[in-house]
């Protein structure tokens, strides 16, 4: 039965990725600008004031069908090389199914801009963001469920109000804003030199040792990591908090208590089980979050070159196929976690039987 529901699941995922890459294109055909107008514009000599702007009656025309034509001063035959170089000389419906088509192989293209291929660019970019996302998510759980539960079993005591307090107010400060304060003080800014302040890596990484190359990783993710974890305790504290609360004042932990078990006893063989489907639930969204869209002003800011970064940037720039190709690699991603996800819950809670609620 597991393997029956596992793959269904699997089977989902297909139409889901289609219907995700089709809503998206609709939306980008439908978006004002392009790299076609981008380039018209460049050749005009016009100012776009960053790549991505729209220039509806300024230097390049659209017209319906998705087709370009040239404003006065540029030949038709240059407008017709450009789109074909970007291939808009084709409809919109099969430039789709063209991509699609391409996907399936796991052929992203090449990059508008860069004069690379996207699948390059992804594998370039991705350690950054395994990096990043690991880490922070590691460190989140590990800190925050530990916390939640001292809190939820000494709920009103000193320890519950001050570390409150303290997860309340690093909620508060944004994680761009604390990245910046941590670079003030320990990166050089004004105060110590402790740790660098751009880069994933030194410059002489492959000259290290082992233990080197070890301790040069962990020396420079240490600041960007610190500054996305800091924002992420609190909700994830108070989350575990109340959801053990919760639990334990239901009847069977009285019952429980009756029989002479012990409150350790009590909270790990029966609370936890329980407490915990509400907490994995939330693990696919803040592992994709801290992954790709919740480090991307930390990328900026410790000049790391993360996946996040670059969809940003190819949104802004029109980098169609970047776009594409890293929205097909956060889906399947998001996908295949909240399969995880799923499959933890009966790991966790046996009880549980997703094909049986199915049918």
Not at 86 to 97: I, L, S, T, V
Not at 146 to 156: C, E, L, Q, S, Y
Not at 220 to 233: C, E, K, Q
């Amino acid at each position: 039965m597991m393997k029956l529901y596992i793959g269904k699941r699997l089977l989902l995922v297909l139409p889901t990725l289609f219907g995700i890459l089709l809503l998206n294109f609709i939306v980008i055909q439908a978006a004002p600008g392009g790299p076609v107008e981008k380039t018209l514009a460049e050749l005009q000599g016009v100012a776009t004031g960053g790549a991505g702007s729209s220039f509806a009656g300024g230097s390049a025309d659209t017209v319906s069908g998705g087709d370009y034509r040239g404003s006065k001063g540029l030949p038709p035959e240059l407008v017709e090389r450009i789109e074909k170089m970007y291939g808009f000389d084709k409809p919109a419906h099969e430039r789709f199914w063209l991509m699609i088509k391409n996907y399936f192989t796991l052929n992203f293209g090449e990059s508008y801009y860069r004069d690379r291929s996207v699948t390059e660019l992804i594998v370039e970019r991705l350690p950054v963001s395994i990096s990043l996302g690991l880490w922070s998510t590691l460190i989140a759980y590990l800190v925050s469920i530990p916390m939640g539960i001292r809190k939820a079993v000494t709920d009103g005591s000193r320890f519950d109000v001050w570390s409150s307090t303290a997860i309340v107010i690093g909620f508060a400060v944004p994680s761009f804003l604390l990245g910046i304060m941590l670079i003030v003080i320990f990166a050089g800014g004004s105060y110590f030199e402790w740790f660098p302040l751009r880069g994933l890596t030194s410059d002489n990484f492959e000259e290290l040792s082992l233990l080197g190359k070890i301790g040069d990783y962990l020396w420079h993710i240490t600041l960007p990591t610190l500054a996305i974890v800091v924002g992420n305790f609190a909700t994830l504290t108070m989350l575990t908090k109340n959801s053990f609360m919760d639990e334990i004042r239901k009847q069977y932990v009285q019952t429980a208590r009756a029989k002479g078990l012990s409150d350790k006893q009590v909270l790990y063989r029966h609370v936890f089980r329980n407490a915990m489907l509400i907490i994995i639930a939330g693990f696919p969204a803040a592992f994709v979050s801290m992954f790709f869209t919740g480090v991307l002003l930390i990328e900026f800011i410790f000049s790391l070159d993360g996946l996040g970064l670059l969809g940003f940037e190819s949104v802004i720039n029109r980098d169609y196929p970047v776009v594409f190709g890293t929205l097909f690699i956060f889906t399947l991603i998001g996908l295949l976690l909240k399969l995880i996800s799923d499959l933890t819950y009966m790991w966790v809670d046996p009880r549980i039987d997703f094909e049986r609620r199915e049918n």
